[in-house]
């Protein structure tokens, strides 16, 4: 076989992946809406809303209090000592009838008082699609309360 068909392959296997990799964007639409420079993301402060977390490496949920939230991450308020910097967890929490779950890492801990921890969350492994599901609900969020 000439050498020219190896090349000839190479580039129709090449053509066929950028065609896969384009159909595989175009099922999610919405993934342009946000800028890929995660740095434009707010964080939008809460008082009454809860949410549940579990460890990755425990059965039991927890319950903790959302401080404030962006499409990164999130800040929690709880009653637990167990996390420390690193844990990995599973978040559960509700945003106006919708329902977000969330793998995260703990990046800080703070204790603010007797029996009570705050604890900076970041979002890992999150679908891009689900990330700015997140970003335009707070956004839903912001605009309501400006009014």
């Not at 793998?103 to 700015?132: A, D, S």
Request: with cysteine.
């Amino acid at each position: 076989m000439p050498t020219y068909y190896y090349g000839l392959i190479a580039i129709i296997v090449l053509f066929l992946l950028f065609i896969i990799l384009r159909r595989t964007k175009a099922r999610h639409p919405d993934e342009s809406v946000l800028s890929p420079n995660r740095r434009e993301s707010f964080r939008l402060k809460f008082n009454n809303t809860f949410c549940d977390f579990q460890p990755l490496l425990s059965d039991s949920r927890q319950i903790g209090s959302i401080r404030d939230i962006s499409s990164d991450g999130i800040r929690i308020e709880a009653k637990t000592d167990d996390l420390c910097e690193k844990s990995l967890l599973m978040l559960y929490f509700e945003l106006q009838d919708e329902t977000f779950i969330f793998e995260g890492i703990v990046k800080w801990k703070r204790n603010i008082g007797q029996n009570c921890y705050q604890y900076g969350i970041k979002f890992i492994n999150v679908p891009t699609y689900e990330q700015n599901r997140l970003h335009m609900k707070l956004r839903i969020i912001k605009n309501r309360e400006a009014q």
